[in-house]
């Protein structure tokens, strides 16, 4: 580490324009002065782009828990949370502080990867809002302090889609033949489907699920593309007009593009919640529950919400935010609806195995086509192979015929 | 003249090919809403922005910092073993060569996986100096291959001579062999670099939390959306790294044209 720092001092691209953030932090400062001074580093595993770091003048939420604490924070980021969940099981890494989201968090609840909180180092957990606790994915609310939250709901785009558009049956319309775009990943894909068709999207019949991976099947020749970042471009450029996403994802494009709607479905929906945990490989739990009672901060919840676009569920952050925020049905819809949604819950592996390979049948496409595809391929790869060096061998016993001609003569 | 014509377009529809997407990427990185289609207008915020971004800093950080010990390391170890693998016997040295191909055949994510695992096995915690370990391995093969057609090149008996005239091993090795071979030490370096600079594959399974390398960290951003900082950052990188290369070739040229004038005059 020492060798990096050599280094950072010889980039001279490297100009950190402080910004110069006074901290008004109006916290008990006490708490956070315990590790001063002992050179003390964490390990924060977050998604990405999910942290106000500083940019736009905003807040920089690691370098002010640095100059608070004193505590050294190393932030890496995830793209999923099976990436995350591969990491940490594996045993190959340490972190202090991750932030997975609901169903995940159940999971390592049960294969006992995180541990319990003690909720004297994170006094600000009393900022939460009451119906965060308790959660179906951490009934006791030991393990985990709610981050941010959201809902999955449906954005098209008002101009080309005039009618009224309620849930998610509007992915299957065929007058909106490839406009339409999905969810990349298994589990958003089949939740949609099952809700569909009226199932819970956290059913272990199997029957219910196969007849999702048919609806889902229906679907594919009306989409567009499958997609995960992408549907920002696709969808302000109105490329394509209609899709599911997340709540503040679609708060996201809507500064982009006016015309864009979106609605919760309202025959229900799934909601997430992504909150902070700490690992039991931790050796640093004090620092790392610091960390997280900072992240709860009414600014610094605030400061996140805003960055993210994602709804806070802390009710002090919250009072904070500006009015059109606070009041928008996007991010913080009425009680009456939110009651309509549920948490995915963690199955078990081998459900989740079944469901992800249903998910590559669907994508892959025509099961008539894979059966003779591969084994074709193959004996074409292997017949060139073969090719190549019968031509090889013959071209060399021809030079040396020749050298051999050439010597006799 | 038709023929001409017809080569002429040839190469611009090629670099055209080649380029398109670099130019698209630069032009994206002057947009002013954060859309990759949408032409808003023209602004400077994102690298303003870029400079302000931690987060991306400590991973370019991160990248150019393993991008530049690894290949060093590598570089060392690769001119060695090929001067080693150049020296050997006709059939050991068809072995050496075969294994050291392996690696290069060798698909990036067994390549990583397996990497992860010896770390797992040795009890190495991930970091840096996992990362730096996985990228010299990674990285070795091509310094090698850069290097043994050089070797190849070299007059066998100016080793010969030099030690004839009183040079012990190591002298010959730095008086004689690296001189000879430098161009290909050089290029096998550069090659290093640039794998060392975008690999992701096995980067991500051996990184840990403190070395988290640029690519990893504009994949994480994909949930949400990648920020066009990487694009004001990329445009940077392009134009920093075709500055270099002319300038380089400037030089070149001018050495070249030292040599001539001093043989002609």
Known sequence: ?409 | MKRKLGSRLYVALFLLFMYLPILVLVAFSFNASRSRSHWTGFTFAWYNKLFHNQEIWSAILNTLFVATIAPIVATVLGTISAVGVHFLGKRFKRIMITLTNLPIINPEIITGVSLMLMFKFLRIEAGFKTLILAHVSFNVPYVIFNVLPKLKQMDKHLCDVAMDLGCNWVQVFFKVILPEILPGVMAGFLMAVAFSLDDFVVSYFTSGPTSQALPLTIFAMTRRKVSPEINAFSSIMFVLVLSIIFVMQRLELRSKQVVRGRKTG
């Open chain 1, 1 to 409: 580490m020492k060798g990096c720092a050599c280094f950072v001092a010889l980039i001279p691209l490297f100009i950190f324009l402080s910004t110069g953030f006074a901290a008004d932090i109006a916290a008990e400062v006490g708490i956070y002065d315990k590790f001063k001074g002992q050179g003390i580093s964490i390990n924060v595993y977050n998604w990405g782009e999910y942290m106000s770091n500083g940019s736009d003048g905003k807040l920089n939420v690691n370098k002010e828990f640095e100059k608070l604490t004193g505590i050294h924070v190393n932030y890496t980021t995830f793209a999923s949370n099976e990436e995350m969940y591969a990491k940490i099981s594996s045993g190959s890494v340490v972190y202090d502080v991750i932030i997975p989201s609901d169903y995940m968090i159940s999971r390592m609840i049960s294969e006992k990867l995180l541990a319990r909180l003690d909720f004297l180092n994170i006094p600000n957990a009393k900022n939460v809002m009451p119906e965060f606790g308790g959660l179906e994915y951490d009934p006791t609310g030991a393990y985990s302090v709610p981050y941010m939250w959201g809902t999955v709901g449906v954005v098209y785009n008002s101009r080309e889609i005039k009618g009224e558009v309620d849930g998610f049956d509007a992915l299957w319309d065929k007058k909106l033949k490839r406009n339409i775009l999905m969810f990349s990943n298994s589990r958003d894909a089949f939740a949609i489907a099952l809700k569909k068709l009226g199932f819970s999207f956290n059913t272990e019949n199997r029957e219910e699920i196969l007849r999702a991976q048919g609806e889902l099947k229906k679907q594919k020749e009306l989409v567009q593309a499958y997609v995960m970042d992408e549907i920002f471009d696709k969808m302000q450029s109105e490329e394509a007009w209609i899709a599911p996403c997340y709540s503040g994802v679609a708060l996201a494009m809507m500064k982009g593009n006016k015309d864009l709607r979106f609605v919760l479905p309202s025959g229900g929906t799934s909601r997430f919640v992504d909150a902070a945990c700490v690992p039991i490989s931790s050796k640093k739990k004090e620092a790392a529950e610091l960390y997280i009672n900072f992240l709860n901060e009414p600014e610094v919840a605030c400061a996140n919400a805003l960055y993210s676009d994602c709804s806070t569920p802390n009710l002090k952050a919250f009072e904070m935010l500006p009015e059109e925020i606070k009041n928008s049905k996007i991010a913080y819809p009425d009680a009456e609806v939110l009651k309509n949604t549920r948490c995915y819950r963690f199955g078990s592996q081998e459900l989740g195995g079944f469901i992800e390979s249903l998910w590559i049948e669907v994508l892959v496409g025509d099961e008539d086509n894979d059966n003779w595809v591969m084994p074709v391929f193959i004996v074409v790869c292997v017949a060139a192979v073969t090719c190549i060096g019968v031509l090889r061998v013959r071209g060399k016993r021809r030079k040396s015929d020749v050298y051999a001609g050439s010597s006799k003569t």
